[in-house]
T-cell receptor
Framework: DGGITQSPKYLFRKEGQNVTLSCEQN?????MYWYRQDPGQGLRLIYY???????QKGDIAEGYSVSREKKESFPLTVTSAQKNPTAFYLC????????????FGNGTRLTVT | GNSVTQMEGPVTLSEEAFLTINCTYT??????LFWYVQYPGEGLQLLLK?????DKGSNKGFEATYRKETTSFHLEKGSVQVSDSAVYFC???????????FGQGTELSVKP
C-alpha cells in the first residue's frame, strides 16, 4: 500500500539535544511538507520541498532544519535552538499541481523535558 | 495574502442533527479548496475537495460547495453520527507545488 510513514510515533528527549524525525513516502510525490500542531493553534508550516535537493522555509522555520537528498525522504531535525519543541509533528506529501491534496502521515509526538 | 477562517469550536451536536461548519477564505487568483478530518492522535485525512467555482465536493455524507461570490466553502452533513466526532480543517492551495494553508480547525463532538 502506498502511503507516508512517520517514525517513531512517540519521542522523548532531554532539553539541549537535537532530535531527527523521520518521514518516508512511496507515493512518488515531488513535494513534501512538515507541519507543527499545537493545541488550539491549528497547523503551522515549518519547511517544505517541491523537488529533490531543494526546500523552502515555512512560517516557523527557526530552530528546525531539513534535507531532501532523496525523493522518498524528508527528515526534520529539531535543534536545541527551538525554544518550545514539544508538539505534534505532521509530515505530508503531494503532487505539485494546485488541485492535488496533501497526504499526511500519522504524526510524531515529541516531548522535550 | 492567503488565509482561511473557520467557525470556532467546539461544536456539540446530538446524533442525527444537521451539521454546518463555516469556512471563508481570502486568496489571490483561483485556489483549490479542501476539507480534512483529524481523529484523536492521528494525522489528517482528506474528506473532500473542490477545484473551481460552483464545484461541490462530497464524501461519506459530507458536502461543501465552492462559492466564489461569498469566498466560502462551508461543510455540511444532514445527519451526524457519534463516529463523526473529530477535528475538521478547511484549507486552500493556490499555486503549483505550493503549500496548503489551513484554518484553525473546528472540533466536533457528537453525543448519542
Amino acid at each position: 500500500d502506498g502511503g507516508i510513514t512517520q517514525s517513531p510515533k512517540y519521542l522523548f528527549r532531554k532539553e539541549g539535544q537535537n532530535v531527527t524525525l523521520s518521514c518516508e513516502q512511496n507515493l512518488n510525490h515531488d513535494a513534501m511538507y512538515w507541519y507543527r500542531q499545537d493545541p488550539g493553534q491549528g497547523l503551522r508550516l515549518i519547511y517544505y520541498s517541491q523537488i529533490v535537493n531543494d526546500f523552502q522555509k515555512g512560517d516557523i522555520a527557526e530552530g528546525y532544519s531539513v534535507s531532501r537528498e532523496k525523493k522518498e525522504s524528508f527528515p526534520l531535525t529539531v535543534t536545541s535552538a527551538q525554544k518550545n519543541p514539544t508538539a505534534f509533528y505532521l509530515c505530508a506529501s503531494s503532487n505539485r499541481d494546485r488541485d492535488s491534496p496533501l497526504h499526511f502521515g500519522n504524526g510524531t509526538r515529541l516531548t522535550v523535558t | 495574502g492567503n488565509s482561511v477562517t473557520q467557525m470556532e469550536g467546539p461544536v456539540t451536536l446530538s446524533e442525527e442533527a444537521f451539521l454546518t461548519i463555516n469556512c471563508t477564505y481570502t486568496a489571490t487568483g483561483y485556489p483549490s479548496l479542501f476539507w480534512y478530518v483529524q481523529y484523536p492522535g492521528e494525522g489528517l485525512q482528506l474528506l473532500l475537495k473542490a477545484t473551481k467555482a460552483d464545484d461541490k465536493g462530497s464524501n461519506k455524507g459530507f458536502e461543501a460547495t465552492y462559492r466564489k461570490e461569498t469566498t466560502s466553502f462551508h461543510l455540511e452533513k444532514g445527519s451526524v453520527q457519534v463516529s463523526d466526532s473529530a477535528v475538521y480543517f478547511c484549507a486552500l492551495r493556490n499555486n503549483q507545488g505550493g503549500k496548503l494553508i489551513f484554518g484553525q480547525g473546528t472540533e466536533l463532538s457528537v453525543k448519542p
